[in-house]
Antibody
């Protein structure tokens, strides 16, 4: 079964960092770009970052340039997203997603279940 | 960054009616790289339409997409109870961006 399974909910204090994992199964991991998208409570979707399936290079949305790091472990088929210097506005559900055709300029056809990250003092 | 504006913000209709949702881009999407997603509360988005008018696998044919350039439309020909949800458009011509969403609610 093609799926992405994410790690569980996190509660962090302002200024801390959070690392969320996304484990792929049911397809060839290195054939597809993987992305992270977040959704603040009651808000729309916001694309954050994507990772190239072959070389592992990343492209990051401008507003997250200094705070997000995306890594992957091809042996475990897992992508990790780390967001640092957390603030209350980062409270959101974070989704990982796979692109449909593996080209990088693609819609997202497989999504993880989402990970709630709460930033609170 | 390409900005997508969805309208209306909320659409109130009854089952059996036709729904028309709009997505306007701040610049032309020359490749028609536009997608539509459906999202229900507590769930991840589901891909409905890609490349402006192609239905994703398993999507009923009551869902259709149209448009080009800067103006795109998602049409649901005859609403079923399970269609009432939040709908997002997304462009993937450059680094992806999403619209702010249209909530389709039961009238």
């Amino acid at each position: 079964q093609v799926q992405l399974v994410q790690s569980g909910a996190e509660v962090k204090k302002p200024g801390a960092a959070v690392k969320v994992s996304c484990k792929a199964s049911g397809y060839t991991f290195t054939n597809y770009y993987h992305h992270w998208v977040r959704q603040a409570p009651g808000r729309g979707l916001e694309w954050m970052v994507m990772i190239n399936p072959t070389g592992g290079s990343t492209r990051i949305a401008q507003r997250f340039q200094d705070r997000v790091t995306l890594t992957r472990d091809t042996s475990t088929r897992t992508v990790y997203m780390e967001l640092s210097s957390l603030r209350s506005e980062d409270t959101a559900v974070y989704f990982c997603a796979r692109d449909r055709r593996g080209s990088g300029l693609d819609p997202f056809d497989i999504w993880g279940q989402g990970t709630m990250v709460t930033v609170s003092s | 960054e390409i900005v997508l504006t969805q309208s209306p913000g909320t659409l109130s209709l009854s089952p059996g009616e036709r729904a028309t949702l709009s997505c306007r881009a701040s610049q032309s999407l020359s490749t028609n790289y536009l997608a539509w997603y459906q999202q229900k509360p507590g769930q991840a988005p589901r891909l409905l339409i890609y490349d402006a008018s192609s239905r994703a696998t398993g999507i009923p044919d009551r869902f259709s997409g149209s448009g080009s350039g800067t103006d795109f439309t998602l049409t649901i020909s005859r609403l079923e109870p399970e269609d009432f949800a939040l709908y997002h458009c997304q462009q993937y011509v450059t680094s992806p961006t999403f619209g702010q969403g249209t909530k389709l609610e039961i009238k």
